[in-house]
């Protein structure tokens, strides 16, 4: 539409924070796939990402009262479960007052963000915050861990030391609000397809996740199969209004304990909600999942795949719009060995 704003998050650069030394990352408005080894920062970079889009909801617009320097840094802590900021510095940060501040950079919408934590003592100080978007971001994050069997949690988060970090609490708090009344029919279908396949529509009741089976009755979330419980989660984001355009979603690791079978559903979930003007951010290391983000896309689809990797004591990354064109492709290489293992054998 002429004259309309795109919130996408366009570029993301990270300096002195866990794993990245300096890494400057530009992203698609579509779908946005992340590979690599374990160690490599997806699930950092998926964490930044949400806590760049949960300050900017925290402040409610640059002109709110509730605008605060402290919002990132808040949400960078409780999204690390870290004992203090000292913890979020590289592994190349000096350990002494003249250590570098952790930086983070982000273009969103075409506007850049400045954030800036420097610490000594374990506590955040000399920060400096420069939001300039005139609006939010909604965002969500599925974390790989299921949480939907944890209902209740949220309401003793803020009183309770959880061993759960925010991106997990957040999840339950956002999938139990109440349903929306009227939804657009593509995410009816998508509902319904979800209903046949686990046997039952999603009920929250009594602070509780069940799945109410054809005939009335409920089996809990407690007993379901966990692929399950991961399509059940997807109806219950949906149900709630959750997957709006413009908004922000970020999943990581979507194949967890979730059928092969499956994947290609899932995919095809991701994609109509890219089409539907959602940003959508994933991690994964199933060859089937990457596999199918190339062959599920259509024409106008807007996908880019990024290759995170060690370069020494940091991490660098590169970009493809398609994954077959990787040099470092740490999924498809496991592969090639399974199969030169089973010829060998065979051999």
């Not at 539409?1 to 400057?24: Q, R």
């Not at 940003?279 to 880019?304: G, L, P």
């Amino acid at each position: 539409m002429e004259g309309e704003i795109k919130m996408a998050i366009n570029k993301v650069s990270i300096e002195n924070f866990t794993v990245f030394n300096k890494t400057e990352i530009d992203f698609c408005d579509g779908m946005n796939v992340f590979i690599g080894e374990n160690g490599t920062g997806k699930t950092h970079l998926l964490k930044i990402i949400y806590a760049i889009c949960e300050s900017l909801v925290y402040l409610g617009g640059p002109n709110s009262d509730a605008a605060t320097p402290l919002s990132f840094n808040t949400r960078i802590y409780e999204c690390f479960q870290a004992n203090d900021y000292t913890k979020l510095y590289s592994n190349l940060a000096n350990n002494t007052e003249s250590r570098k501040p952790i930086i983070v950079r982000a273009i969103i919408g075409g506007d850049e963000h400045f954030y800036q934590i420097r610490s000594t003592n374990g506590d955040a100080a000399d920060t400096i915050f420069e939001p300039k978007l005139k609006g939010s971001v909604p965002a969500i994050f599925i974390p790989a861990k299921d949480m939907l069997t944890h209902a209740r949690l949220e309401k003793d988060f803020m009183h309770r030391n959880l061993p759960f970090d925010k991106t997990e609490i957040d999840i339950l708090n956002k999938a139990g609000i109440s349903t929306m009344k009227t939804l657009p029919p593509e995410l009816t279908i998508i509902m319904d397809k979800i209903a046949g396949i686990i046997g039952g529509r999603i009920v929250y009741k009594n602070d509780r996740y069940y799945t109410e089976k054809e005939d009335g009755t409920l089996i809990d979330f407690a007993f379901e199969a966990e692929g399950f419980k991961k399509l059940g989660l997807l109806y219950r984001l949906i149900e709630t209004g959750y997957f709006e355009k413009g908004s922000v979603l970020i999943w990581d690791e979507p194949e967890a304990n979730l059928n092969p079978k499956w994947i290609p559903f899932v995919v095809d979930v991701l994609f109509e909600l890219s089409r539907r003007g959602m940003q959508v951010f994933v991690a994964t290391h199933e060859y089937n999942m990457m596999k199918y983000f190339s062959v599920k896309k259509y024409n106008d689809s807007e996908v880019a795949f990024f290759s995170l990797y060690k370069n020494g004591n940091s991490v660098a990354y590169e970009r493809e719009e398609d994954y077959s064109f990787l040099e470092y492709n740490t999924i498809v290489d496991a592969n090639t060995r399974l199969l030169e293992d089973e010829i060998e054998r065979v051999l």
